[in-house]
């Protein structure tokens, strides 16, 4: 199993990057795919999460309105589309994959906010530097 985590790159405040989280190895469908990043000198936190409860994404508080996460099944890629960046926002991105049991599933928040543990796979990063 593998997850690619590309697209990062140095844009200006207010621009905008689309993440790709290209897995492998593993039916995307069946999992619930999370959204990361890691700031220097700073814990890794939360993005985006996928709710393994029913079809909802989680976003954080400073991202809402400004991230979107989509997916193409076909291609077994997730994307997150970064609009209207922030300097605030620069950090390694990370994408990272669960698969649900049956018997427990989790919302968005919490794999989010505390779940970060129950990711089977991990992708490698991306570096996204918002700077003027």
């Known amino acids: 199993v593998q997850l690619q985590a590309s697209g990062g790159g140095l844009v200006q405040p207010g621009g905008s990057l689309r993440l790709s989280c290209v897995v492998s190895g593993l039916t995307l469908d069946d999992y619930a795919i999370g959204w990361f990043r890691q700031a220097p000198g700073k814990e890794r936190e939360g993005v985006s999460c996928?709710?393994?409860?029913?079809?909802?994404?989680y976003y954080r508080d400073s991202v809402k309105g400004r991230f979107t996460v989509t997916r193409d099944s076909a291609k077994n890629t997730v994307y997150l589309q970064m609009n209207s960046l922030e300097i605030a926002d620069t950090a390694v991105y990370y994408c990272?994959?669960?698969?649900?049991?049956?018997?427990?599933?989790?919302?968005?928040?919490?794999?989010?906010?505390?779940?970060?543990?129950?990711?089977?796979?991990w992708g490698q990063g991306t570096q996204v530097t918002v700077s003027s």
């Open positions: 996928d709710s393994s409860a029913d079809d909802s994404t």
């Open positions: 990272a994959a669960d698969r649900p049991r049956s018997t427990t599933t989790y919302t968005g928040n919490y794999y989010c906010e505390v779940g970060q543990l129950l990711y089977d796979y």
